[in-house]
Each structure stands twice: as structure tokens, then as C-alpha cells.
């Protein structure tokens, strides 16, 4: 996980992203590892929605994208990118920064864990929702239980906590057995205490999986805290990649050593 | 300087603070923490009179505002700052304009106002000539800068700010933190924070006042509460604080092992 011989399991190369003539992703080169926790740290406009959503083939309608994407030795040309196509297609899951956008208001709980069953399933072709073997019924008990998910009775999403809520997300994430879990700004819409643990908890299912977890996020004391590299993006520009140690102790460019600097309160760790 | 004594505010039957007490000296600084819902925000309208008291009082410099009666408008000598710079500033006016705002009950003439508007626009150390911008044409953190510029000018005691750093960058936190301690010192204010930045209150808190669903769950030196925290859930605040890093010191492996 941690040598830097093993092939990355997703590469990005030279990508670049232009809107209305505006260079928002500058020529950015980045690698995930399989099974390690990178996070991507910018503040705000760094272009941290941007990266993410040409990865996933879902930027808007304007954006010019350029570059390659490497996964499993096969190589896709970014231009025309799109997830419907996508070589990642099926194997990254995106956990949302506000838990409330992945569930639908209007139907109950435990029929949206059954969509996310099924989708599941489709993906990995087997579509006839009735047979659910035993192994991937004990699967997905197991990632219920490991989240401290309960009973989903009749519960609609408004009768859960955001907490709750967002370990569901999570959980629609890592039942479809992915090679990458995003998270999107993770603590920003939980409260500390619950953020905490949900963070913990899913950082510890990734890893008993083998799972890639990619965090956003513009908090490099949160990145520091849970990721095994990190890296450091401003102004569009990939400005840093390093293992956290590295970062934290012996950053090589001044934006980066001013964001260590800053990341605590108080002038005793300036 | 100010007294909050039992106060508790309802509504519809529903009990959203429960007798609240707190007091603040000159030159204080009170953080008010505590997860969403828990009341900060109520607390801080309570007292700015925004919403009526069901019981107990405020007093601030002598004047009292009690319950039930709601005809006083708020405190005297009291400003706020809110959290979204760019939604408290008038998009149709320009910046010297909403900072004049603040002194339109004062009897300065027009010389002295563009006077004091200048003179706040130094304090929070914007250079001259924004106060001829509009808000579209600022910074998020310049923005900030003169919402509080405009909560200066008008000399109040007390400063209220609700999550005034949260929309902006580390950097730029900081920046604003060290501007608001100068301003603090030169003219011998009291803030009070609602923030959930612990990091923050830490460093920059005299006092801690964390509430839980309404009611304080404990109001203590800000030392102490770091130190020692009294009650479980500001134990299990401080612990989750740590996991994430918003406080230094400990490796969430760490944690995760023990």
C-alpha cells in the first residue's frame, strides 16, 4: 500500500480542463494506489469539484476536458469521457458532501437500500434481483453491521439523522464492492462527534476491503489525520504529492508550507 | 458588563434554551460551542432581542431586558457578524454606504462619517479606496472585513459573531483572527463567538459556554474545559475534535489502537 512499486490502479495523465477559455485543471498528473487513502486538499476554487468530476465523467456541459485515464492497463481518452462509458465505470463510488442529495425524500429507507442492492448486481451482470446468493447477502449484512446500521423499519430519510444518513450513503457506496470510494468534503455537514466516528468506521471498512478512499477536502488537518499521501492543489495546479509525513514535515513548495503552517490555530505551530 | 440570568426561551410549547446563565467582563472573549440544533444560534437572537425571552433577564451596563417584555429592541451597544459576508452586505449598495448604515442614528456630519468609515476600513486593514466597490467586486475575506468594519464603526461593547470564519480559508482565518484580537485590544470589546471550531476557542476564548439540546452543558475558563472537560459529552467533543484534527497533538491511529 505504501511502496511506491505498486502500479496505481487509477491513473490520471495531463489532464486539463478549460472553461469559455479559462485553464481550471492545469496539466494535472495523479495516481491512486490501490487500497491506500489519498486526499486531495484545496481551498476553495483550487479546483477540487473539477478534478473530481472529470474522473467520474460528469462535468458540465461547456467544460472542455483533455488527457488520459489509465485503469486495469487500459487507457481512455478524457475528451470524451463520460461515466455511462467509462472505464471506472462501476468500480469508483462517490459518497456526496450533503447526505440529503443521495436519497430520494419520498420513498421509504429500505427501498432505497434495494436499489442499491440491485445497481449493485447490475454491475456485476448478474440482474435477476431474486437471486441474491448467500455470499452477497452475508456481504451486505456485513457492511450494515460494520456501519452500526439498524433496522431500516418503515423509515422515509427526514426520520433519520444526518449521521444515519450519511453512513447509509456510505453504505449504498461500499456494497457495490468499488476499487475507489470518494468522499466529497466529508465532515462539513455532520456534526464533529458523528463525523468522527463515521470517518473512523469507514476508513476501517476500506481497509478490511482493500478499498481506495479518495477524500476532498479543504481541511489539510483532517487530510493529515486519516490519509496515507497527500495531495496539495491551487489555482488548478497539482502543486505537491507526498506521502503525509512528507508533507507535514518537510513540504517542498512554499504554498504548501504555508498551508502546514496555518493548518492549527494559535502560533506556537507557526 | 453583561448578565444573562436564567433565561430560557419557548416556542410553540417547544423548549429551545432552558435557563441559560452566563456573564462577560470588558475585554472578554466567550466561544459558544455546540452541534447543530443544540441553541447557539437562538441564544445569540435571544439576546440580541430578536426573539422574545419566555423567562429570566439580560442585562447589559445597567439596561435590563427582561421577560416577557419584548418592547425593547435588543441591546444597546451591540453589533453582530454573521457567518456569509457576501449575503449580510446590500449587492445595490456600495461599501461605504452599508457601513454608513450602522451610524445613521449618530449625529456626525457627512465629513466625520466618511471619516470614521475610513477609519474602520484601516482598523480591519482594507486598503483605501475599496469602500467605492461593490460587494460583487470583493473577496470573500475582504467582504468579512467589512461587515466587521461595519459593526465597529458604530463603537458598540459587545461583538457578536455567528460562525464568522467558517466560510473562508485557512489562511484567511487566521488573518481575520489576528485583525479582530488588534481591534479587540485597541478599544477594549467583548466578543462572543458562536463557532464549532474548537481550535479556535482554544486559542482565542477566555471563556467556554457549550450547550447540548438547549441547555448548558458547561461554562467554564477555557483552560479548564481543555484540560479537563466536566461533563461526558464535552469529553466526547473534545475526543472527536482530535480524531479530526481541528485540535493538535494526537494521530488518529493512535486513537483508533487504544
Known amino acids: 500500500m505504501k511502496g511506491k512499486e505498486t502500479p496505481p490502479l487509477v491513473e490520471l495523465s495531463d489532464l486539463t480542463v478549460t472553461y469559455d477559455g479559462q485553464v481550471l485543471i492545469d496539466s494535472i498528473n495523479l495516481d491512486v494506489i490501490a487500497g491506500e487513502t489519498l486526499a486531495i486538499v484545496g481551498e476553495s476554487g483550487a479546483g477540487k469539484t473539477t478534478l473530481l468530476r472529470s474522473l467520474l465523467g460528469v462535468t458540465s456541459h461547456g467544460f472542455k476536458v483533455s488527457g488520459s485515464l489509465t485503469f486495469k492497463g487500459q487507457q481512455q481518452d478524457l475528451a470524451s469521457h463520460r461515466s455511462s462509458d467509462s472505464l471506472v465505470k462501476g468500480s469508483i463510488a462517490y459518497v456526496p458532501q450533503n447526505p440529503s442529495v443521495g436519497l430520494d425524500p419520498l420513498k421509504r429507507l429500505k427501498w432505497q437500500w434495494s436499489q442499491a442492492l440491485r445497481g449493485a448486481r447490475a454491475l456485476k451482470g448478474t440482474l435477476l434481483p431474486k437471486e441474491q446468493g448467500a455470499e452477497e447477502k452475508t456481504f451486505s449484512e456485513n457492511i450494515l453491521s460494520q456501519l452500526k446500521l439498524k433496522a431500516f423499519d418503515k423509515k422515509y430519510p427526514h426520520q433519520w439523522s444526518r449521521g444515519m444518513q450519511q453512513r447509509l450513503l456510505l453504505a449504498f457506496a461500499l456494497i457495490a464492492k468499488p476499487k475507489i470510494i470518494i468522499l466529497d468534503e466529508p465532515t462539513s455537514a455532520l456534526d464533529p462527534i458523528i463525523a468522527a466516528k463515521a470517518l473512523v468506521e469507514v476508513t476501517k471498512v476500506a481497509r478490511d476491503h482493500n478499498i481506495s478512499v479518495l477524500m476532498v477536502t479543504h481541511d489539510l488537518a483532517l487530510a493529515t489525520q486519516f490519509a496515507d499521501r497527500v495531495a496539495v492543489l491551487s489555482s488548478g495546479k497539482l502543486i505537491e504529492v507526498g506521502m503525509t509525513d512528507e508533507i507535514l514535515n518537510s513540504p517542498s513548495d512554499p504554498y504548501t508550507s504555508n498551508l502546514v503552517k496555518h493548518r492549527h490555530w494559535g502560533h506556537a505551530h507557526a | ?258
Open chain 2, 1 to 258: 458588563m453583561l448578565e444573562v440570568n436564567n433565561l430560557s426561551v419557548q416556542m410553540q410549547n417547544q423548549c429551545l434554551l432552558e435557563d441559560i446563565n452566563f456573564d462577560l467582563c470588558r475585554g472578554e472573549t466567550l466561544c459558544i460551542i455546540g452541534e447543530s440544533g443544540s441553541g447557539k444560534t437562538t441564544l445569540l437572537r435571544s439576546l440580541l432581542g430578536l426573539i422574545p425571552l419566555s423567562q429570566g433577564s439580560v442585562s447589559l451596563n445597567g439596561h435590563v431586558y427582561q421577560s416577557p417584555e419584548s418592547s425593547q429592541i435588543g441591546l444597546p451597544s451591540t453589533q453582530m457578524v454573521m457567518q456569509d459576508p457576501i449575503a449580510a452586505l446590500n449587492p445595490r449598495k456600495k461599501v461605504k454606504i452599508s457601513i454608513a448604515e450602522s451610524l445613521y442614528r449618530s449625529s456626525l456630519k457627512a465629513a466625520e462619517i466618511a471619516h470614521a468609515i475610513k477609519q474602520a476600513l484601516n482598523d480591519v486593514e482594507l486598503p483605501d479606496g475599496l469602500e467605492n466597490r461593490y460587494p460583487s467586486q470583493i473577496s470573500l475575506g475582504q467582504a468579512q472585513r467589512v461587515c466587521i468594519a461595519r459593526a465597529i464603526v458604530a463603537k458598540p461593547d459587545i461583538l457578536f459573531f455567528d460562525e464568522p470564519l467558517s466560510a473562508l480559508d485557512a489562511i484567511i482565518q487566521k488573518q481575520i483572527a489576528q485583525v479582530l484580537e488588534r481591534i479587540k485590544k485597541q478599544n477594549e470589546l467583548s466578543y462572543i463567538f458562536i463557532t464549532h471550531d474548537l481550535g479556535f476557542a482554544r486559542h482565542y476564548a477566555d471563556k467556554i459556554l457549550l450547550l447540548n439540546r438547549g441547555k448548558v452543558a458547561e461554562y467554564q475558563g477555557v483552560g479548564l474545559f481543555f484540560e479537563r472537560p466536566e461533563s461526558a459529552y464535552g469529553q466526547e467533543l473534545l475526543e472527536a475534535a482530535y480524531i479530526l484534527g481541528s485540535l493538535p497533538h494526537k494521530k488518529t491511529k493512535e486513537i483508533q489502537a487504544a
